[in-house]
């Protein structure tokens, strides 16, 4: 598997330590943003982790007309260029227009294509020719496998910097379900493997206008994508999730966030030395 380098500090994949892409779902207040991300900071420097730290300057997929969406792309990028130059970390956010991609590239280090814009030739190919990492959430729509196609995408655009993400897969009725035999699947692209803990359990539309979540369950995914052999752990963190303008009822707390970490960096130490017992073919090309 390709290692990816992140910036001059952090990577993830062969070699690295587990890679944490962590912090609120939408950009708020300049002040609160630089308070989660040191609190983030500091929960994964005492677990010896790396970390970027993710938020969105645009929630361009809610499910209501009316639901808050973020401070937009300007506001947002000063925010987030604020976080990076207070506390040195690596940023992420997302794209959901081809023309983002330039801009968000001179502040982020990592540009996230959603999990509904997957496929989108044009978006895949703008974020690859920022020279930026690529994070890719796999569509709920999409099996494992299928992810190879989007990947071949990016390498044609000239990106060798992909990260791939599993967040649950659609079957309709409001719910996402996570098949853990995903997680080797993806990594026969090649990549780094990432999985989105706290999107995994959301409940898509379900509270009619806005999705709900159940976010008592996102230790126990947290856990078992250890055991299965993640590469990195994407969770939504906030002081206050109930009252968060996004995501609010699968985001976690900083608290949660450092004993799912303590839970998850023990698993991967008690497996590291572990040969793998089978060895998943390729089926994504």
């Known amino acids: 598997m390709t290692a990816v380098r992140i910036s001059d500090e952090v990577g993830v994949g062969d070699g690295h330590p587990l890679l944490v892409i962590a912090g609120p779902c939408v950009i708020e207040a300049q002040d609160f943003m630089l308070r ?3 609190t983030i900071k500091r929960i994964c420097e005492g ?14 997929n809610r499910s209501s007309g009316t639901s808050a ?50 496929r989108q030739t044009d978006l ?20 494992p496998p299928e992810m190879g196609n989007v990947v071949t995408k990016l390498e044609e655009a000239g990106c060798k910097r992909i990260l791939v993400t599993e967040r649950g897969t659609a079957f309709g ?5 996570v098949d853990f035999r995903g997680v080797p699947q993806l990594r026969a692209t090649g990549y780094p493997v990432v999985f989105d803990a706290t999107h ?45 303008p996004s995501d609010a009822l699968n985001m976690i ?12 960096v023990a698993i991967r130490e008690a497996l590291a030395n ?12």
Do not use: M
Not at 206 to 227: I, K, T, W
């Open 173 to 177: 009725y409001n719910n996402l379900v």
């Open 200 to 244: 995994s359990v959301q409940l898509p539309g379900g509270l009619g206008d806005a999705s709900g979540g159940q976010r008592e369950y996102v230790p126990h995914l947290a856990r078992a994508a250890a055991a299965v052999g993640v590469d990195a752990i994407f969770v939504e963190a906030h002081e206050d999730p109930d009252e968060a």
């Open 253 to 264: 707390t900083p608290e949660t966030l450092d004993r799912v970490l303590a839970d998850v």
């Open 36 to 38: 989660v991300a040191e």
């Open 69 to 118: 969406r973020g401070p937009g792309l300007e506001e947002g990028l000063k925010i987030l260029a604020a976080v990076k130059e207070r506390t040195g970390l690596p940023i992420l956010t997302d794209i959901h227009e081809s023309w983002q991609a330039k801009p968000a590239a001179e502040v982020a280090d990592v540009l996230q294509i959603p999990a509904f814009l997957c």
């Open 124 to 143: 895949l190919q703008a974020a690859a020719a920022t020279g930026r990492a690529v994070n890719v959430k796999k569509g709920q729509f999409l099996s």
């Open 47 to 60: 677990h010896r982790t790396g970390l970027v730290f993710k938020s969105s300057f645009d929630k361009a």
């Open 274 to 285: 572990r040969p793998a017992v089978t060895q998943v073919r390729d089926a994504t090309r």
